[in-house]
């Protein structure tokens, strides 16, 4: 539970990092503005970031986003009393017919449009600019999209990048260890919804209620180092020896064509 005194100094951070963007993207294709992800939520960790989705107009430069990121990230200490923001940009033709899925949005280039605009339709609270039907928007969503994703293709994509931050972290770069069990929950989340009847919410608390009847399945491991403020990198190294275990077990199934 997150106490009052928190959460209000929290929204007076998130108002802080939504009137700069407004004054930065205002009249240059700014529509909307959200708060989005686990902050403010039961899913909050003590290491969650702040979030920010914007919507925008077409033909909007998604450079603009970066500058602001590096603001943030710059001012962090001052600006926002050490909480991380990250600001992401989802253009209003990226996520509405007809898809533009060939814009240099780094969003809709990772294919990840369809998950953030999900996350967003579930997680998503307005704080400037017009209200959109986001559900609708999810619900719309073509299936020809270039950026819409399986949860198979999912899956995959998931599994090539944890194992590229497994390499990293083996070769002495710490830098996202702390993220490593969030990574491996959306990999558990994939699994659920081809495996276990898992309707899709973004929420790892609503995932691991479905799952924790589960006893031996490595979501109770992530579960844990998730909330655990104390995870060190040396249990990051240990514990990227029981996600390659896991991934083994889910590319089998993968490979058999169990998951489909």
């Not at 970031?49 to 603009?64: H, Q, R, S, W, Y």
């Not at 081809?194 to 979501?219: A, C, G, Q, R, T």
Request: aromatic share 12%; hydrophobic share 40%; charged share 30%.
């Amino acid at each position: 539970m997150i106490r009052i005194k928190e959460r209000r100094r929290i929204n007076r951070i998130i108002g802080r990092a939504v009137n700069y963007i407004v004054s930065e993207l205002q009249g240059k294709g700014l529509v909307a503005a959200y708060k989005t992800g686990t902050i403010l939520t039961r899913d909050q960790v003590y290491d969650s970031d702040i979030d920010i989705a914007i919507i925008v107009e077409p033909g909007f430069d998604f450079n603009l986003v970066a500058a602001i990121n590096e603001h943030f990230e710059k001012e962090r200490q001052e600006f926002s009393d050490g909480f991380k923001i990250g600001a992401f940009a989802l253009g209003i033709d990226e996520i509405t017919a007809p898809y533009n899925d060939k814009s240099n949005n780094p969003i809709t280039r990772l294919r990840l449009s369809y998950r953030m605009l999900k996350a967003l339709a579930r997680y998503g609270e307005l704080r400037w600019g017009k209200r959109l039907p986001l559900g609708a928007f999810v619900r719309d969503f073509s299936h020809e999209s270039a950026t819409y994703f399986t949860p198979l293709e999912e899956a995959k994509n998931q599994i090539g990048y944890i194992l590229s931050e497994i390499k990293k972290i083996r070769e002495g770069d710490y830098t996202q260890y702390r993220k490593l069990p969030k990574y491996c929950l959306i990999l558990i989340r994939c699994e659920a919804m081809v495996e276990h009847n898992f309707k899709y919410d973004p929420s790892f608390y609503s995932l691991y209620k479905h799952m924790k009847h589960l006893e031996d399945h490595i979501i109770h491991k992530c579960i844990e180092l998730r909330a655990k403020a104390g995870f060190s990198a040396q249990e990051a190294l240990t514990f990227c020896d029981e996600i390659e275990t896991y991934i083994i077990e889910c590319q089998k199934k993968i490979n058999a064509r169990v998951w489909r």
